[in-house]
């Protein structure tokens, strides 16, 4: 935890090169596949690297308990939940502290791109299942999510992505992984609607100067661009055949 | 990010400026005054009413006034009865169901609404398990519908006798398959003579056969 722990694992070669071979700006191999879940109305898996998260969308519809719902809009509810099987030592299946926390900042995330005025006292489902983790689940979630929303038919004003900046060892890097999050100096996960220009999460984990926050966020940005072109390709290729009945 | 040729779109997909079209459903308009998608589909441009909507590849079905829908009674108060609507049907010229709800809504019809005649006791209209067709009159809260009109009504009955299905024999009363009793109901015209077949996901799970 924190400091440069430079004997056990070097997390910047000489070369500039991370731990995984990749360069500081290099972002993870990433996959994505929507509709992967029959019963949700809308699902999706988002992968990076080895962090694995699978989304599911339920709604709109009434929810369970009439009093949390809002005479003016839809309320969203959403649940971060990370698999006993995801980390390496078992996770408790109850929901944590942290996972409460996440589920709130979640759907905060999406909250400002769904149009959930269109279904006043209505209830919209996210389930954010994280499969393996790697770093980077929330925003990882937050893509998934995003992608899940779509899949599901529900209103959007945008597709949202989201990506986390860290510095370790001095170096700000994109896309960090859980060794460079556990070893590294400054952990900031981001999200936002490229389209719209709006950034819906922004976390900071750790000590970034003025400096190094711009920098950072301006590479979340610039991947987080990419990230949601990749989820626009995913759409096009799952939904571009499918013939449309007339309305 | 501008829409491709064959005008495939997603969520905040650029469609035009406020002053060219006027925002259709599946769009919206952003603070800029940009129209942008809302959702996956494909744009269509009209250039007669210089409308842009946007066709979903997955319709979300919802309530909204003025739909036909497919329901079961789940209690009757004196001047009210409490629907779980399951579809949304067609009637005319054939009944056919539309889609199912991905979830049952709950909605009532007042006493002023279960028929066009003056109701002395509203039993004599509907009962616990009757299943039925409505039309949304509000999708405020409450959701309310009306069954007024002859095409609204019951389709299928439970007998308060022996339990079996209840089949509607004229426009006020239906009849138990398995011991004869008969009760007053207010019966849809298109229950007659034989009532239309329902086979919903959601249905199925539940007594009637």
């Known amino acids: 935890m924190g400091g440069s722990n430079k004997s056990e694992v070097k997390l910047i070669d000489e ?9 500081p700006e290099d972002l993870r191999p990433i996959r994505m596949e929507v509709g992967v879940l029959n019963n949700a109305n809308g699902s999706a898996l988002v992968e990076f690297g080895r962090t694995r998260v699978i989304a599911a969308v339920y709604g709109p519809k009434e929810p369970p308990q ?7 809009r839809a309320i969203l509810r959403v649940r ?6 995801s980390t390496e030592d078992r996770k408790s299946p109850a929901p944590s502290r942290r996972e409460i926390e996440l589920s709130k900042v979640i759907r905060e995330a999406l909250e400002p791109v769904v ?14 299942e994280v499969l393996q983790a790697d770093g980077g689940t929330r925003t990882t979630g937050v893509t998934a999510a995003s992608l899940a929303l779509a899949d599901a038919g529900i209103p959007m004003r945008a597709l949202v992505g989201g990506v986390a900046v860290g510095k370790v060892e001095g170096v700000l890097v994109l896309d960090i992984d859980e060794v460079e999050d556990n070893l590294g100096e400054a952990d900031m996960p981001v999200a936002a609607a490229p389209d719209i220009n709006k950034v819906t999460l922004l976390q900071l984990n750790g000590v970034l100067t003025q400096e190094e926050f711009e920098r950072g966020l301006e590479m979340a940005l610039n991947a987080i661009k990419k990230i949601v072109e990749m989820e626009k390709e995913t759409l096009r290729n799952k939904y571009s055949k499918v013939s449309l009945e007339e309305v | 990010m501008s829409s491709s040729s064959d005008n495939f779109v997603v969520p905040g997909t650029e469609l035009g400026v406020e002053e060219e079209y006027i925002s259709g459903s599946g769009t919206y308009c952003d603070d800029e005054g940009r129209i942008r998608a809302s959702v996956v589909g494909r744009a269509r441009y009209d250039s007669s009413s210089r409308g842009v909507s946007v066709i979903p590849v997955k319709k979300l079905l919802y309530p909204k006034q003025g ?13 009210l009865v409490v629907v779980d609507m399951y579809a949304e049907v067609r009637l005319q010229p054939r009944f056919s169901i539309i889609g199912e709800y991905e979830s049952t809504f709950t909605a009532g019809i007042p006493l002023s609404q279960v028929s066009e005649d003056y109701v002395k006791d509203i039993h004599d ?5 009757d299943v039925i067709v409505a039309r949304v009159i509000s999708v405020g809260a409450p959701l309310t519908l009306s069954t007024r009109g002859a095409l609204y009504g019951v389709l299928y009955s439970q007998c308060s006798v022996c339990g079996h299905l209840m089949l509607p024999v004229n426009p006020r009363s239906v009849k138990c398959t398995y011991c004869g009793h008969v009760e007053k109901r207010k019966v849809s015209a298109i229950a007659l003579p034989k009532p239309p077949s329902v086979k919903l996901k959601k249905l ?6």
């Open chain 2, 204 to 209: 199925l799970l539940r007594t009637l056969s």
């Open chain 2, 67 to 79: 739909s036909n829908v497919l329901g079961i009674v789940t209690n009757v108060h004196r001047d």
């Open chain 1, 80 to 85: 971060y939940h990370m698999a006993p099987f």
């Open chain 1, 15 to 23: 070369s500039g090169k991370r731990h995984d071979g990749r360069s």
């Open chain 1, 115 to 128: 149009i959930s005025e269109l279904y006043p006292r209505a209830a919209i489902d996210v389930f954010v």
């Open chain 2, 125 to 129: 209209y509907f009962r616990i398990g």
């Open chain 1, 66 to 72: 009439k009093y949390v719902a809002l005479p003016d």
